[in-house]
């Protein structure tokens, strides 16, 4: 039998698009899965579409929390997961129906801690926006090269787009109160998983909403930005990677834009 996957979704006034993310995970050709719907205190009538939903399926389990966040939706789900395999995804997003089918019959194949894959961006009224390569092709980077990258501004920071064993990931925290937070988590994980293989197909659907939370933006995400770059770099003493040059890149990347916004 296929391992189990365990996927956690954050949910917060999301009664607009959250059936199309459900069904996209529920119709996942990789059928060995628990769906982890963390209700974030919404205010409409997401609770009980994520109810109703539950009722159908015995792979979906629900919890109610007071609003924190994503990171303490997620920090909640990834104390409840018991299969082998994590991943999550935005509510406002969804995948393709093979995504985990493909994604972990690579991990297995070439015995892998952690792989991410790319995606297409759709607008509101979901129109085709763009779409990351889709050549097939998988690409190993080393934890440093990765983070350098990431520094860079070019490498992915998303953890939607990614699934990891729980080994790595299950009693990692998510820091909460800021936004920006997966830029530091994904830099600790990196460093726990001795880098990451991305797998160039865009299987994740992000949808660009206006309205949606996980996308809001405003000068001070900036002042986060900053405050995890802090981190990051406070984190990073303790390895021996030649990342001086990215760093200083990122930090003035970011009060430039600190400084237009």
Same mark, same amino acid.
């Given at each position: 039998m296929k +391992? +189990? @996957? =365990?996927i956690i !979704? %954050?949910?917060?006034?999301?009664?607009?698009? @959250? %059936?199309?993310?459900? #069904? =996209? !995970?529920l119709n996942q050709?990789?059928?060995?899965l628990e769906i982890l719907l963390v209700n974030d205190g919404s205010k409409d009538d997401s609770l009980q579409i994520c109810l109703q939903y539950a009722k159908t399926d015995s792979r979906i389990l629900i919890f109610d929390k007071s609003n924190g966040g994503a990171a303490s939706a997620r920090n909640l789900g990834l104390k409840h997961v018991t299969g082998e395999y994590i991943g999550f995804c935005d509510s406002d997003d969804f995948f393709d129906e093979d995504t985990f089918s493909s994604l972990i019959n690579i991990m297995e194949e070439n015995n892998l %801690?952690?792989? #991410?894959c790319l995606s297409k961006t759709y607008n509101d009224n979901l129109e085709f926006v763009k779409s990351d390569d889709d050549s097939?092709? $998988?690409?190993?980077?080393?934890a440093e090269d990765a983070i350098r990258q !990431?520094? @860079?501004? +070019?490498?992915?920071?998303? $953890? =939607?787009?990614r699934v990891t064993k729980?080994?790595?990931? +299950?009693?990692l925290c998510i820091p909460e109160g800021r936004r920006v937070e997966d830029f530091y988590f994904t830099i600790c994980l990196l460093t726990r998983t001795g880098g990451t293989t991305v797998y160039k197909y865009p299987f994740y659907n992000f949808v660009s909403s206006e309205g949606s939370v996980t996308r809001s933006g405003g000068g001070s995400i900036y @002042?986060?930005?900053i405050y995890f770059y802090d981190k990051a770099c406070e984190y990073l003493k303790d390895y021996s990677y030649d990342l001086k040059n990215a760093q200083i890149y990122y930090l003035l990347k970011i009060y430039y834009l600190l400084s237009i916004s």
């Open positions: +391992k +189990k @996957l =365990s !979704i %954050p949910v917060y006034n999301a009664e607009a698009f @959250l %059936p199309r993310c459900i #069904e =996209s !995970i050709t990789y059928r060995n %801690p952690t792989i #991410e097939r092709e $998988l690409e190993y980077w080393t !990431i520094f @860079l501004r +070019k490498g992915n920071v998303s $953890l =939607s787009t729980a080994e790595y990931i +299950k009693d @002042l986060d930005a």
